[in-house]
């Protein structure tokens, strides 16, 4: 995928002409719908004399009737399409009239069936038409984009995938916005989806197979395509149905124009807030994909989450407990969870694989929201895996990021078992790293890429998912019980005393706990909490004791601390010896200055 770049940036220098008429971060509201129009119109253009044909044979009948017609008819046998458009504009011929561009574009658009004009819709675009045409603009760019016929001709899905995903990276960054809220590194999506299907291979290979598949979080559709790229090349037989939800207006139409040349069904991508609208309800999917927003809060939808949390519970999405406002993550999560096969009593099970930031690993203390969600999963036994990535992977960020696999369906060996993977190669350097290359050239944040065996890089995403697969102990993989990851919150007391150091009582006799020598301690779960408070406590405040009212248990996984090495400290002598050298260095520098 070399030349996708390339192809973007020509789209991308069409914005050239918006200048002075436009603010930047304007630009994306003329540059990606056309594009989204443009693509469209390469589609069908092979086939656009047989719709026209097709349209004048039949166009009295009834659109129920006529619509799969003209579909039939912009249809080729490798393409079966959902879609068509009976304009006798396309492109080409809009660029020969400048006199009457707006309203023959206008036309065209209006030629479109029915689910192609409902994605075009939700660009507003004719917005721009208006503005375009009164500033003398709208001939120059249609023109411009009648020009890229060749440079997106044989384009296929995946290229286009990456085509849009840079244009929206480019105009993030002019607006000041997260493009990571619409991007995800198409190698950490490769990984994902690897993750996912490595232990269902065999099932993946039947013939005629079916499986479905959704995102919540879906953006441009990319998590989407890279996983039915795989099944396809396991199995150009099999099937996988795809769903997914996107707030942005502009990704969401991006999407479904995808599902509609790809020959996916449009109405699988829903538009809106996946917590407020959740717009496949009771749905339940086989296999879920998603890399939802890191650390955005949730506040504008925190009466309906805390609204369904208390009137709910379990019966609704939220029951395990609700997160800091701050940071939606683990709603995310819990909402996957709810449309796995098993929590409708389906059969067969579902697999997850979802992105995350360090937070949800540790944040919150016991009883508190993140907790008890952690432990609510684990106990439950759906955590499978976490794998930690390398820093400086993602555009907007360059933070650490984990891989959560979750599952209702372990195999027998993971049963009541959590696998830790560290891939983050933080202990190697960067020319020798097992899990990492470093970049020529940095995107915003990201410096750093997983080689995934494509233009001679290693194959460093299929080093992953073999040590995630052979679930053996080693120097980047450990396997812990469920229980390792739990811990009891214990409030340690001690006696008030007077100004004379006696023992305060209260009415029954009790001593009377002093507030400010109040303690906690955290203690494993696996330990016993008597033999833990006489062993660890006991000898060194041999007054204290346990409020056993206030005990909680509590979840956290510690990663870093699972895989700490101690590096001991460079010794004097080899300090002394850096010095000298810096010394030495410096003076050499000096006598060339007052030399020259």
């Not at 100004?499 to 009415?507: A, C, M, P, T, V």
């Amino acid at each position: 995928m070399k030349n996708f770049k390339e192809k973007a940036n020509f789209l991308w220098s069409i914005a050239d002409l918006l200048r002075g008429h436009y603010k930047q971060a304007d630009y994306g509201k003329v540059i990606l719908p056309l594009t989204v129009l443009r693509r469209l119109d390469s589609v069908l253009e092979p086939t656009k004399r047989k719709v026209l044909e097709t349209y004048e044979a039949n166009k009295t009948k009834k659109p129920e009737i006529l619509e799969p017609l003209l579909n039939s008819a912009a249809s080729t046998k490798t393409n079966k399409l959902k879609f068509h458009n009976r304009s006798k504009f396309d492109f080409n011929q809009l660029a020969k009239d400048p006199a009457h561009v707006a309203a023959n574009l206008r036309n065209y658009i209006n030629g479109f069936s029915i689910s192609a004009k409902e994605i075009i819709d939700y660009f507003s675009f004719e917005d721009q038409i208006k503005k375009l045409d009164e500033y003398d603009l709208l001939y120059l760019i249609i023109k411009r984009f009648a020009e890229a016929g060749e440079i997106l001709k044989n384009v296929d899905t995946m290229e286009m995938g990456y085509i849009f995903e840079e244009l929206i990276r480019k105009f993030a960054e002019l607006s000041n916005e997260t493009a990571g809220e619409h991007f995800t590194p198409r190698e950490v999506i490769k990984l994902m989806v690897n993750l996912l299907f490595i232990n269902d291979t065999k099932i993946l290979r039947n013939e005629g197979v079916v499986k479905t598949l959704y995102d919540p979080a879906c953006g441009t559709g990319g998590m989407l395509s890279v996983a039915e790229e795989y099944l396809q090349k396991l199995n150009d037989k099999a099937k996988l149905e795809v769903f997914g939800q996107e707030i942005n207006p502009e990704s969401y139409a991006i999407c479904k124009s995808d599902m509609l040349i790809k020959g996916q069904n449009p109405a699988n991508i829903k538009f809106g807030n996946s917590f407020t609208q959740d717009g496949l309800e009771k749905e339940t999917f086989d296999y879920m994909l998603s890399n939802p927003p890191f650390g955005v809060e949730w506040k504008k939808a925190e009466k309906f989450i805390k609204d369904e949390y208390a009137n709910k519970g379990f019966a609704g999405r939220f029951g395990a407990g609700l997160p800091a406002i701050s940071d939606g993550s683990l709603l995310f999560l819990q909402h996957i969870i709810s449309k796995m096969k098993s929590r409708s009593g389906g059969t067969g099970g579902s697999r997850i694989a979802i992105v995350f930031n360090g937070s949800p690993l540790f944040s919150g203390g016991a009883g508190s929201g993140p907790s008890e969600i952690r432990k609510w999963i684990i106990e439950n036994d759906l955590l499978e895996a976490i794998i930690a990535l390398p820093d400086q992977l993602f555009y907007n960020t360059g933070i650490s990021t984990y891989i959560w696999i979750v599952t209702d369906r372990k195999s027998k060996e993971r049963k009541g078992k959590v696998q830790l993977i560290n891939a983050t190669g933080s202990d190697k350097e960067d020319k020798d790293n097992p899990f990492y290359l470093k970049m020529m050239r940095s995107l915003g944040n990201k410096r750093k890429e997983i080689g995934d065996g494509t233009s001679g890089k290693p194959d460093q995403v299929k080093t992953i998912t073999e040590i995630y697969g052979a679930f053996q102990e080693g120097e980047y993989c450990k396997i812990f019980d469920n229980e390792d990851f739990g811990y009891y919150r214990i409030t340690v007391e001690r006696p008030k005393r007077n100004d004379k150091g006696e023992i305060e009582k209260d009415k029954k006799g009790n001593s009377v706990p002093d507030a400010d020598l109040r303690d906690f301690e955290n203690i494993p779960l696996k330990d016993d909490i008597e033999k833990y408070f006489k062993r660890e406590v006991k000898p060194h405040v041999p007054d204290a004791w346990i409020d056993e009212t206030k005990t909680k248990i509590g979840y956290e996984i510690n990663f870093t601390k699972y895989f700490y090495q101690y590096k001991p400290l460079r010794s004097l002598e080899e300090i002394r010896k850096d010095i000298l050298a810096l010394e030495n260095e410096t003076v050499d520098m000096i006598k060339k200055v007052i030399e020259a």
